[in-house]
């Protein structure tokens, strides 16, 4: 056996080979053989590189294969070579999911079912876990750097993996079919609005009103549901962001990438076991308040920090952003109301609709379909009070057609509304004004 023919076998797939009985039982018993030839190595294994310890595994397993007349031929054996390298130097079945530029989410229920998010679909992996434990063992490996305990006193993590990406996991006693693991992977490169444009998340007319809204400074919610695409869009719409703002993100777990010049993030933090140390969304926000920001960005808006940032877009911070858990923009309103009202908002009902309706301008409603691609489902202005009731206007909704194939084709209607807003509407003089047209 080669390293050469090693190096290069295919790793986003298992074969046939496996997924059968011959592979696991091979690859356990060699590993076992492993960890006992590692075990009298002592402390030079720890010294080895990892092209050594590749080199050391394939010969141990060809000696193991020799001696037990295992019957498998070259290629299998360098597949079983692989998964055992990876279960040395690297993280076992999930090496291959986090190598893996198409995975997006991966979902483990126990040992034995690992789901995987490509393109917003769900697929079920061929690869698994020997055993619980083995899935401990992996996610042990990727805590550690993190200094991040889970046990049975602390049975649930939730951790931003060095990269970007995150981590939740929950086992016993809490978890009872077994350890259940999500990563969130992290996009390096984020999707822009030209980019989105192409994957069909809006058309080119609702692109031109976005970038028009962010740059007139007003004040954008983006509502959806899990997985609906809120941060990438979030990102995407603070790329319009002139370079010469001083933009504060403040996010529960990082994750949005802006590729922008004067960019201060902020991250919560977990209390201790004893609760100590806490620094909560709302903690952050409210100091961001004195950090001089020209924007201000909360990743998720979801409990007492609706207050603070509605104060913020209030008070001379326009141009703010966030995004929040709501199937239609008329929900996003109520759970702004409902989260503000949960945390102490001290006035009528009719105030702080008052107060949301002249702190929000848009709201961008982006949804995931049943064949898992991302829309923009429905752009909104907010438009002030009506009858003690917030009152909006739709620009444009997302009414797919049915094409002569029986496939869906894309559509966005104008509903023919042009918007209100008043900071739109002056950014606009000024553009006429200055000679820009608009813009680009």
Same mark, same amino acid.
């Given at each position: 056996?080669?390293?050469?023919?090693?190096?290069?076998?295919?790793?986003?797939?298992? %074969?046939?080979?496996?997924?059968?009985?011959?592979?696991?039982?091979?690859?356990?018993?060699?590993?076992?053989?492993?960890?006992?030839?590692?075990?009298?190595?002592?402390?030079?294994?720890?010294?080895?590189?990892?092209?050594?310890?590749?080199?050391?595994?394939?010969?141990?397993?060809?000696?193991?294969?020799?001696?037990?007349?295992?019957?498998?031929?070259?290629?299998?054996?360098?597949?079983?070579?692989?998964?055992?390298?990876?279960? @040395?130097?690297?993280?076992?079945?999930?090496?291959?999911? @986090?190598?893996?530029?198409?995975?997006?989410?991966?979902?483990?229920?126990?040992?034995?079912?690992?789901?995987?998010?490509?393109?917003?679909?769900?697929?079920?992996?061929?690869?698994?876990?020997?055993?619980?434990?083995?899935?401990?063992?992996?996610?042990?490996?990727?805590?550690?750097?993190?200094?991040?305990? @889970?046990?049975? %006193?602390?049975?649930?993590?939730?951790?931003?993996?060095?990269?970007?990406?995150?981590?939740?996991?929950?086992?016993?006693?809490?978890?009872?079919?077994?350890?259940?693991? %999500?990563?969130?992977?992290?996009?390096?490169?984020?999707?822009?609005?030209?980019?989105?444009?192409?994957?069909?998340?809006?058309?080119?007319?609702?692109?031109?009103?976005?970038?028009?809204?962010?740059?007139?400074?007003?004040?954008?919610?983006?509502?959806?549901?899990?997985?609906?695409?809120?941060?990438?869009? @979030?990102?995407?719409?603070?790329?319009?962001?002139?370079?010469?703002?001083?933009?504060?993100?403040?996010?529960?777990?990082?994750?949005?990438?802006?590729?922008?010049?004067?960019?201060?993030?902020?991250?919560?933090?977990?209390?201790?076991?004893?609760?100590?140390?806490?620094?909560?969304?709302?903690?952050?926000?409210?100091?961001?308040?004195?950090?001089?920001?020209?924007?201000?960005?909360?990743?998720?808006?979801?409990?007492?920090?609706?207050?603070?940032?509605?104060?913020?877009?209030?008070?001379?911070?326009?141009?703010?952003?966030?995004?929040?858990?709501?199937?239609?923009?008329?929900?996003?309103?109520?759970?702004?109301?409902?989260?503000?009202?949960?945390?102490?908002?001290?006035?009528?009902?009719? %105030?702080?609709?008052?107060?949301?309706?002249?702190?929000?301008?848009?709201?961008?409603?982006?949804?995931?379909?049943?064949?898992?691609?991302?829309?923009?489902?429905?752009?909104?202005?907010?438009?002030?009070?009506?009858?003690?009731?917030i009152s909006m206007q739709e620009l444009y909704r997302y009414e797919p057609q049915v094409g002569p194939d029986?496939?869906?084709?894309?559509?966005?209607?104008?509903?023919?509304?042009?918007?209100?807003?008043?900071?739109?509407?002056?950014?606009?003089?000024?553009?006429?004004?200055?000679?820009?047209?608009?813009?680009?």
């Amino acid at each position: 056996m080669t390293t050469t023919a090693y190096s290069h076998l295919a790793d986003a797939q298992a %074969s046939e080979f496996e997924r059968s009985a011959l592979f696991l039982d091979l690859k356990n018993r060699t590993h076992e053989h492993l960890l006992s030839r590692i075990e009298e190595l002592g402390a030079e294994f720890g010294r080895w590189s990892q092209a050594a310890i590749a080199q050391f595994v394939l010969m141990e397993l060809d000696s193991f294969i020799r001696l037990h007349s295992v019957p498998v031929n070259e290629q299998e054996a360098l597949q079983v070579a692989r998964a055992l390298t990876r279960e @040395l130097t690297g993280l076992g079945p999930l090496q291959p999911l @986090l190598e893996d530029p198409l995975v997006e989410d991966i979902l483990i229920n126990g040992h034995g079912n690992i789901y995987v998010s490509r393109g917003g679909v769900l697929q079920r992996e061929t690869l698994h876990f020997k055993d619980d434990e083995h899935v401990l063992r992996i996610v042990r490996r990727i805590l550690a750097p993190l200094g991040r305990r @889970l046990d049975e %006193s602390s049975p649930m993590v939730d951790a931003r993996l060095p990269d970007g990406g995150r981590i939740n996991v929950i086992i016993e006693p809490l978890s009872i079919d077994g350890p259940s693991v %999500s990563i969130r992977k992290f996009r390096k490169d984020p999707l822009t609005p030209p980019e989105l444009v192409q994957l069909g998340t809006f058309n080119q007319d609702i692109c031109r009103i976005l970038e028009m809204a962010v740059q007139a400074r007003c004040n954008i919610l983006v509502s959806g549901g899990t997985s609906s695409g809120k941060t990438s869009l @979030l990102n995407a719409l603070a790329s319009f962001i002139p370079g010469s703002e001083r933009i504060v993100s403040i996010e529960d777990t990082a994750e949005l990438a802006l590729n922008h010049n004067h960019v201060v993030r902020l991250e919560s933090r977990p209390g201790g076991f004893d609760g100590s140390g806490h620094v909560s969304i709302r903690d952050l926000l409210r100091n961001s308040l004195r950090m001089r920001p020209d924007r201000i960005i909360v990743g998720e808006v979801r409990g007492g920090e609706v207050l603070e940032l509605l104060q913020a877009m209030n008070t001379g911070h326009d141009g703010s952003m966030g995004t929040i858990h709501a199937s239609s923009p008329r929900e996003c309103l109520y759970r702004a109301e409902m989260l503000a009202g949960f945390a102490g908002f001290q006035g009528s009902e009719v %105030s702080l609709r008052r107060q949301i309706a002249n702190a929000v301008d848009f709201i961008v409603q982006i949804g995931r379909l049943s064949n898992g691609r991302r829309r923009l489902l429905s752009l909104t202005e907010v438009t002030g009070m009506t009858d003690n009731m917030i009152s909006m206007q739709e620009l444009y909704r997302y009414e797919p057609q049915v094409g002569p194939d029986g496939q869906e084709i894309d559509q966005w209607v104008s509903l023919g509304i042009s918007p209100h807003s008043p900071k739109l509407l002056s950014w606009w003089r000024m553009q006429q004004q200055t000679g820009h047209g608009g813009v680009r």
